[in-house]
């Protein structure tokens, strides 16, 4: 039964995140914001929901290992899992803008994080407003760069049309959708992990966080098979980001977030930072600027061994 709830759970924060990007553009176009700071902020901020409230209700609900996990194991995900396979379908080019800009602000919120954590095992409020200001800061940057480059995020337009019942049965949708889903997905996780004898925090790393990166794979696996130039690095890290400062820096601000298992700061959180250092000398070395197929495969068979290490080592 726990496993019918996590797969219905899952499905829900997939159908919930879909109206809450449909109805959240259709709405800023209503207030005559551009595409490029809808595609920079009201879609990141969206597609971070389901995240977002699998955090915030594990917190809320005493579970704040899969809190911490759902984001530590998203990242590693998007980084081995996401980008590994969608290099596998086709290479990926790098531009100059991800050495520059987004990977140091990834490596900073990833470091900040491990600090704070490490400092007295506990995400504070107040650390919690530091990062979601950090983000804050960030776009700021990212908008004006963008605006400089003359960069136009790809955003549909059809959504500029829509009425506004229209959008608020949207947002209905989107929302109820996501209450449930991660109330389901978090409780179903949780019997998961007592049944099979892992720890909680297992459970966060590895189910619950490549369950809220399918979205990610589907999307950048499609694009990547059509042969789309869009498929951008930059998308990934910014999740990244966005994971760490709008989901554990929103959900410290409401609960603050103890460390209850020590593997997230022993081993989780290294793995995280260990696959977003390697970014660097993946682009450079031997082909600069390209994620080849061969470098996919690296990082799916490296998070292969992490999902292993996980599991073999995460036993109660």
Same mark, same amino acid.
């Given at each position: 039964m726990s496993l019918l709830w996590v797969i219905l759970g899952f499905a829900l924060l997939v159908i919930g995140g879909e109206y809450l990007v449909r109805s959240s553009v259709a709405l800023s176009f209503k207030f005559n914001i551009s595409k490029m700071v809808i595609g920079m902020t009201v879609v990141s901020f969206a597609t971070s929901a389901p995240e977002l409230l699998v955090s915030l209700q594990a917190a809320l609900s005493g579970s704040p290992a899969i809190a911490i996990n759902n984001v530590v194991g998203s990242n590693i995900a998007n980084i081995g899992l996401v980008l590994g396979i969608t290099a596998l379908v086709g290479s990926i080019a790098v531009d100059k803008s991800f050495y520059k800009l987004n990977w140091p602000v990834m490596m900073v919120f990833s470091l900040a994080l491990y600090y704070f954590l490490k400092n007295d095992t506990v995400l504070t409020a107040y650390e919690g407003a530091a990062l979601f200001i950090g983000l804050i800061v960030f776009l700021v940057v990212l908008i004006r760069s963008a605006k400089k480059d003359k960069v136009v995020e790809a955003v549909d337009e059809n959504l500029a049309t829509v009425s506004n019942f229209k959008i608020a049965i949207w947002l209905l949708i989107g929302a109820t959708a996501l209450y449930f889903g991660s109330e389901w997905l978090v409780e179903g996780s949780k019997e998961i992990a007592l049944s099979i004898g892992v720890s909680e925090a297992v459970i966060g790393v590895s189910l619950i966080a490549i369950g809220t990166s399918v979205p990610e794979l589907a999307a950048s696996v499609i694009a990547a098979a059509k042969q789309e130039k869009a498929i951008s690095l930059g998308n990934l890290i910014g999740s990244n980001i966005f994971n760490i400062a709008s989901v554990l820096g929103l959900t410290a601000l409401i609960k603050p977030i103890p460390v209850?298992?020590?593997? @997230?700061?022993?081993?989780?959180? +290294?793995?995280?930072?260990?696959?977003?250092?390697?970014?660097?000398?993946? @682009? +450079?070395?031997?082909n600069r600027l390209q994620i080849s197929r061969f470098k996919g495969f690296f990082l799916v068979v490296a998070y292969g061994i992490f999902m292993f290490l996980v599991f073999t080592q995460g036993k109660i």
């Open positions: 209850t298992e020590p593997q @997230i700061l022993s081993n989780d959180i +290294f793995w995280m930072l260990g696959f977003s250092a390697v970014l660097i000398p993946l @682009i +450079f070395l031997p």
